[in-house]
């Protein structure tokens, strides 16, 4: 039995629950909240040294913990919402923690005693914030990063919810993520480029306001949600079963399904009788000995006994784990991309016309447009297309396998422009000129940011997809909050790699035209290519659990 119920009765019990009524709800508030913690995060760096006075490298150290941390709490939040509060409690109090954060940050903007004074111009020496300065300025930092994480993949879990065909929460996901990158390009440009060019305190007024309104558009559905009441810690359920599992290691096992303990006030069926045989060393957890009931048919020794269901998610989580750590080694070359392809970019030409010159941090933007709009082509063309040509929907696997493909060709043409870049810069001997600007247009970066900008539109919603169908539904916000980790443990991976590149090789000095950029991404190709049949291999060996028995549900 499901550690999670569906609540059925609400204070306007007349009106429509559940389904698309619920989507103009859920997505405005995925918009404002994305938006408003975008704008902040991507200009913190400039904001530390140019407002606060900090350092480069204290600035880029705090950004990294920043977005490092980012990554990584949505699964802090994922677990208070399975075990403890629920989706929607979950969003609406981290949405509210959010916008006091970004509302200190507001403040730090506009109110000149909560800042440092600033640098005279040519001048070396630059006073340091005071410690009720550092105070504000990191409460603000710390909360709203708090609250950004603990909404971002909360609410994809509430969204899905909200739908029974994993059909429907495919179509969903889509959304989402389109949603989400759209924002994260206005907060990426035009909020950049209010606080760069008009003023700190418009923009992060914007990004309070942006907090503000998604907090409001949220709570105006509640009234049309389907709530999901927590009862208890699944992963308490998950540690009983290794426990008991342990400790009855020498009991024989049993072939007849009434050794097995179900549920007392559940109806025994076929199914639920007896657990199956895979990962056999785990039905001993739910194999009945004597003293583990109790009179009224429950379970007497918590840490001794399991119901059948519990260790079949058990056997969920093992089967699941090598796809989704096959997806780490998909997100690392991405994380690596991002920061080498800022580094080529500022040794390149950057003008469009005479007027215009692309910032450097801005060509990232590239890959969240092209994620958009083909998140926006599968969901409308290519998934129609596909189910007309093959009868059947595209699965999740499916969709994660193009990705890694697309993945693998960025990286190599990643290695083949800065191939060419390098020859550029060796015709004209500027090898030993850090500074210089090589005549080559940073517009050919363009075509390997589009082909991992549409490998991302095809695998991340694959991904929370195919982790929302198939992990136990006591777990489903913990699901799409995987995601989170895998670009969490990605980004710090790929420190990792690029700080051991750079003490075991010669490929990564700090001056990149004495470098061989293009080594690193033949060998993020090879990986790249290693990692998609290590990927097949557990895509083939898969077999999937609840989406073949929804659809065959959804199809009755």
Same mark, same amino acid.
């Given at each position: 039995?499901?550690?999670?119920?569906?609540?059925?009765?609400? #204070?306007?019990?007349?009106?429509?629950?559940?389904?698309?009524?619920?989507? #103009?709800?859920?997505?405005? *508030?995925?918009?404002?909240? =994305?938006?408003?913690?975008?704008?902040?995060?991507?200009?913190?760096?400039?904001?530390?040294?140019?407002?606060?006075?900090?350092?480069?490298?204290?600035?880029?150290?705090?950004?990294?913990?920043?977005?490092?941390?980012?990554?990584?709490?949505?699964?802090?939040?994922?677990?208070?919402?399975? %075990?403890?509060?629920? !989706?929607?409690?979950?969003?609406?109090? $981290?949405?509210?923690?959010?916008?006091?954060?970004?509302?200190?940050?507001?403040?730090?903007?506009?109110?000149?005693?909560?800042?440092?004074?600033?640098?005279?111009?040519?001048?070396?020496?630059?006073?340091?914030?005071?410690?009720?300065?550092?105070?504000?300025?990191?409460?603000?930092?710390?909360?709203? %990063?708090? &609250?950004?994480?603990?909404?971002?993949?909360?609410?994809?879990?509430?969204?899905?919810?909200?739908?029974?065909?994993?059909?429907?929460? &495919?179509?969903?996901?889509?959304?989402?993520?389109?949603?989400?990158?759209? *924002?994260?390009?206005?907060?990426?440009?035009?909020?950049?480029?209010?606080?760069?060019?008009?003023?700190?305190?418009?923009?992060?007024?914007?990004?309070?306001?942006?907090?503000?309104?998604?907090?409001?558009?949220?709570?105006?559905?509640?009234?049309?949600?389907?709530?999901?009441?927590?009862?208890?810690?699944?992963?308490?359920?998950?540690?009983?079963?290794?426990?008991?599992?342990?400790?009855?290691?020498?009991?024989?096992?049993?072939?007849?399904?009434? @050794?097995?303990?179900?549920?007392?006030?559940?109806?025994?069926?076929?199914?639920?009788?007896?657990?199956?045989?895979?990962?056999?060393?785990?039905?001993?957890?739910?194999?009945?000995?004597?003293?583990?009931? &109790?009179? @009224?048919?429950?379970?007497?020794?918590?840490?001794?006994? !399991?119901?059948?269901?519990?260790?079949? @998610?058990?056997? =969920?989580?093992?089967?699941?784990? +090598?796809?989704?750590?096959?997806?780490?080694?998909?997100?690392?070359?991405?994380?690596?991309?991002?920061?080498?392809?800022?580094?080529?970019?500022?040794?390149?030409?950057?003008?469009?016309?005479?007027?215009?010159?692309? +910032?450097?941090?801005?060509?990232?933007?590239?890959?969240?447009?092209?994620?958009?709009?083909?998140? =926006?082509?599968?969901?409308? $063309?290519?998934?129609?297309?596909?189910?007309? /040509?093959?009868?059947?929907?595209?699965?999740?696997?499916?969709?994660?396998?193009?990705?890694?493909?697309?993945?693998?060709?960025?990286?190599?043409?990643?290695?083949?422009?800065?191939?060419?870049?390098?020859?550029?810069?060796?015709?004209?001997?500027?090898?030993?000129?850090?500074?210089?600007?090589?005549?080559?247009?940073?517009?050919?970066? $363009?075509?390997?940011?589009?082909?991992?900008?549409? &490998?991302?539109?095809?695998?991340?919603?694959?991904?929370?997809?195919?982790?929302?169908?198939?992990?136990?539904?006591?777990?489903?916000?913990?699901? =799409?909050?995987?995601?989170?980790?895998?670009?969490?443990?990605?980004?710090?991976?790929?420190? *990792?790699?690029?700080?051991?590149?750079?003490?075991?090789?010669?490929?990564?000095? @700090?001056?990149?035209?004495?470098?061989?950029?293009?080594?690193?991404?033949?060998? /993020?190709?090879?990986?790249?290519?290693?990692?998609?049949?290590?990927?097949? *291999? !557990?895509?083939?060996?898969?077999?999937?659990?609840?989406?073949?028995?929804?659809?065959?549900?959804?199809?009755?």
């Amino acid at each position: 039995m499901d550690t999670l119920d569906r609540e059925t009765q609400t #204070p306007n019990s007349g009106r429509e629950q559940g389904g698309w009524i619920t989507f #103009p709800f859920i997505i405005g *508030a995925l918009a404002g909240l =994305t938006l408003a913690g975008g704008g902040w995060v991507a200009n913190l760096i400039v904001y530390l040294i140019e407002v606060f006075n900090l350092k480069s490298i204290d600035a880029a150290q705090v950004s990294n913990i920043v977005n490092g941390g980012s990554s990584l709490f949505p699964i802090v939040g994922a677990i208070i919402a399975d %075990s403890f509060l629920g !989706c929607f409690s979950v969003i609406s109090i $981290f949405s509210c923690i959010s916008l006091l954060g970004t509302g200190f940050l507001a403040l730090t903007a506009t109110l000149n005693s909560l800042r440092p004074q600033p640098c005279n111009d040519g001048s070396s020496f630059c006073k340091a914030p005071s410690k009720v300065q550092f105070l504000v300025l990191y409460a603000g930092i710390a909360l709203a %990063s708090i &609250g950004q994480g603990g909404t971002r993949f909360t609410l994809a879990t509430m969204g899905a919810n909200q739908f029974h065909k994993p059909q429907q929460q &495919g179509i969903f996901f889509n959304w989402y993520f389109f949603t989400q990158y759209t *924002a994260s390009v206005v907060s990426s440009t035009a909020v950049v480029y209010i606080e760069d060019n008009l003023s700190w305190g418009l923009g992060f007024g914007i990004c309070v306001a942006a907090n503000f309104i998604g907090l409001a558009i949220f709570l105006l559905g509640n009234r049309f949600y389907l709530h999901d009441k927590p009862q208890g810690s699944p992963f308490m359920n998950i540690a009983r079963v290794m426990v008991a599992a342990f400790k009855k290691r020498n009991f024989p096992l049993s072939s007849m399904g009434e @050794d097995y303990y179900n549920e007392h006030n559940q109806a025994m069926t076929l199914d639920a009788a007896a657990p199956k045989k895979s990962f056999s060393f785990l039905n001993r957890a739910s194999l009945k000995a004597e003293g583990d009931i &109790g009179s @009224d048919g429950s379970i007497a020794k918590t840490w001794s006994l !399991c119901t059948v269901q519990h260790v079949e @998610d058990m056997k =969920t989580l093992i089967r699941i784990f +090598p796809l989704w750590s096959s997806s780490i080694l998909l997100g690392t070359p991405i994380a690596i991309q991002a920061s080498l392809t800022i580094l080529q970019a500022l040794s390149m030409d950057r003008h469009l016309g005479q007027h215009f010159k692309i +910032p450097a941090g801005s060509i990232l933007v590239i890959e969240l447009i092209f994620s958009s709009i083909f998140l =926006t082509l599968i969901d409308r $063309f290519l998934c129609p297309m596909w189910q007309k /040509l093959t009868r059947k929907s595209p699965s999740a696997l499916q969709r994660i396998g193009i990705g890694h493909v697309l993945n693998v060709l960025g990286m190599a043409v990643s290695a083949l422009v800065e191939s060419k870049r390098l020859k550029m810069v060796h015709a004209h001997h500027l090898q030993s000129q850090p500074n210089s600007i090589v005549a080559m247009l940073a517009l050919w970066l $363009f075509p390997q940011l589009v082909l991992v900008g549409i &490998g991302e539109a095809f695998h991340f919603p694959g991904q929370v997809a195919l982790y929302y169908q198939e992990f136990p539904a006591s777990l489903r916000s913990t699901a =799409t909050a995987m995601i989170a980790m895998i670009i969490g443990i990605s980004f710090y991976l790929s420190t *990792a790699i690029i700080d051991f590149l750079r003490r075991v090789t010669s490929w990564l000095p @700090d001056n990149i035209n004495n470098g061989r950029l293009d080594h690193v991404y033949w060998a /993020l190709t090879v990986a790249g290519l290693l990692n998609f049949g290590y990927y097949l *291999a !557990c895509a083939r060996l898969y077999k999937y659990q609840n989406v073949e028995k929804e659809v065959a549900d959804s199809s009755g």
